[in-house]
């Protein structure tokens, strides 16, 4: 238990750091930074807990997304701000670079040294796990839109 513990906290530092750069590349004001590190911070190790427990990343992505999603829906309208500048920062640490990684390396090889079975199975499954991961990213964010502001008029 400790050990998830320090864990968590590990993970909730260094995830704090990406989400805090890029809403510093997209401007946010210094004095919503501190909610932009804690978003990532609290999604990154949410995200982190629920692989622990045993459900897919993929799922894990979904899950955490929608709930940063709809923190953010109640903290933006206390600070009035706009919601996708903190939950863009937010979910830019659970970005899958591994899996994109991993893909590119495979198809790489591929080319340079032919294809293999194995070579074959890692690039689809790297590749469709990122693209899984992604489609959770994007999907978790835009869940909370379409249940609290489906009855907004669009103008």
């Known amino acids: 238990m400790m050990q998830l513990l320090q864990a968590i906290v590990f993970d909730a530092f260094w995830s704090a750091i990406p989400a805090v ?20 911070a609290f999604a990154h190790s949410f995200r982190m807990l629920l692989i622990h427990f045993g459900i897919p990343i993929e799922w894990a992505t979904f899950i955490t997304t929608t709930l940063i999603g ?3 829906v109640y903290i933006c309208r206390r ?6 500048v903190f939950t863009v920062a937010c979910i830019i640490p659970m970005i899958p670079g591994k899996f994109a990684f991993n893909t590119i390396i495979a198809i790489l090889t591929m080319n340079s040294s032919g294809v293999t ?3 074959l199975q ?7 796990k990122t693209l899984f991961i992604l489609f959770a990213l994007c999907f ?16």
């Open 21 to 40: 750069g890029f809403a510093m590349i997209f401007a946010v004001p210094p004095r919503m930074l501190k909610y932009c590190a804690a978003g990532g």
């Open 70 to 72: 709809l923190i953010f």
């Open 79 to 84: 600070l009035v701000a706009p919601r996708p």
């Open 117 to 119: 079975e194995k070579l």
């Open 122 to 128: 890692a690039g689809i499954e790297n590749g469709l």
């Open 140 to 155: 978790g964010l835009a869940v909370p839109s379409l249940f609290i502001y489906r009855n907004r008029p669009i103008v």
